[in-house]
């Protein structure tokens, strides 16, 4: 298995999204505040990305689907939040 610049420049931006993703559902989470944008907007941007991220699944680049899905995670939450509170 040979490391190249690519698969390291990729890794630490999938850590630092990582990092970075957990940080915002926890604060979402704490905080009970979803984001600053009325529920269809937010159900609209998770459609979106979930349509791209499920082109990107079968086009096999699971790395960017991967980044797509946990985004449409994030905004469920965030839907749910802001409906409940």
């Known amino acids: 298995m040979k490391i190249t ?3 390291i ?3 630490i931006f ?3 999204y990582a990092i ?3 940080n915002i559902t926890y604060s979402i989470i704490q905080t009970q ?3 600053a944008y009325p529920i269809w907007i937010q159900i609209l941007l998770a459609l979106s990305f979930l349509a791209v991220a499920l082109l990107n699944f079968t086009q096999k680049c699971y790395i ?3 980044v797509l899905t946990s985004a449409v ?3 469920g939450i965030s839907i749910v939040i ?3 509170a």
């Open 64 to 66: 960017l689907g991967g």
């Open 5 to 7: 610049i690519s698969k």
């Open 9 to 11: 420049i990729s890794s």
């Open 73 to 75: 995670l994030m905004l």
């Open 20 to 22: 970075l993703f957990i």
């Open 33 to 35: 505040e979803g984001f």
């Open 82 to 84: 802001t409906s409940v």
């Open 14 to 16: 999938l850590v630092v």
